[in-house]
């Protein structure tokens, strides 16, 4: 059983759009990460959050540790936004979430 | 920002042969790099755990006999594929964590696709 859930799975969105993808996670953890991976397979590292919101550049993270919840905001979106965007937390590994992945259409 | 190499990005060998995938860490010293394996379409697998000088922690499922990971100093990894079969295609990728603690960040390589014919 997967102990981190995103939504949606999948997302298309126009170009411009405001989207929003969201984590849940069923275990208490002290950090978050979201992760972005394109379709050649290279992974970066987005955001590690702790508390609170993280903003950089038209990407906003935002987590709140008594819900269990996070969620990663993209403004004004853009077809090279497209990608798969994973969170997942860490113990002694990373945990991940199944990822969404995000068409943006021009 | 910390930088995390793979060698070689794609490699496509022939079923039998052994494959080695190196991984980097290229501006820190990395206590610990984890290796993973992604099918299409899913999530990443973490296939084993490895800090530098002592042997490699295999994730339950994962056969360390096939999948030799040998991590020589601080700031190399490496994966051994031994006698590939078309099942090991997959993309693997590492990541290596500076610092000893559970919130270090981890920096993903690139990752590398193997293609066994």
């Known amino acids: 059983k997967n102990e981190v859930e995103q939504s949606p799975q999948n997302l298309t969105a126009q170009e411009g759009e405001f989207i929003t993808i969201n984590c849940s996670y069923s275990?208490?953890?002290?950090?978050l990460h979201w992760l972005q991976q394109h379709p050649g397979g290279g992974i970066v590292s987005l955001f590690m959050?702790?508390?609170g919101k993280k903003k950089h550049g038209r990407l906003i993270a935002t987590i709140n540790i008594q819900e269990k919840h996070s969620s990663l905001h993209i403004t004004a979106s853009h077809p090279r936004d497209s990608a798969v965007y994973i969170c997942?937390?860490?113990?002694?590994?990373?945990?991940f979430g199944t990822g969404t992945s995000l068409t943006v259409i021009p | 920002g910390a930088v995390v190499s793979q060698h070689p990005s794609w490699v496509i060998c022939k079923s039998g042969t052994s494959v080695k995938i190196e991984c980097r860490s290229l501006d820190f010293q990395a206590t610990t790099m984890f290796w993973y394996r992604q099918f299409p379409k899913q999530s990443l697998m973490l296939m084993a755990t490895s800090n530098e000088g002592s042997k490699a922690t295999y994730e339950q499922g994962v056969e360390k006999d096939k999948f030799l990971i040998n991590h020589a100093s601080l700031t190399l990894s490496t994966l051994t594929v031994t006698s590939a079969h078309p099942e090991d295609s997959s993309f693997y990728i590492c990541?290596?964590?500076?610092?000893?603690?559970?919130?270090?960040?981890?920096?993903f390589g690139p990752g590398t696709r193997l293609t066994v014919l």
């Open positions: 997942a937390y860490t113990g002694n590994q990373f945990y």
């Open positions: 990541s290596a964590k500076r610092g000893g603690t559970s919130t270090d960040t981890q920096y």
């Open positions: 275990v208490g953890i002290s950090a």
């Open positions: 959050l702790s508390s």
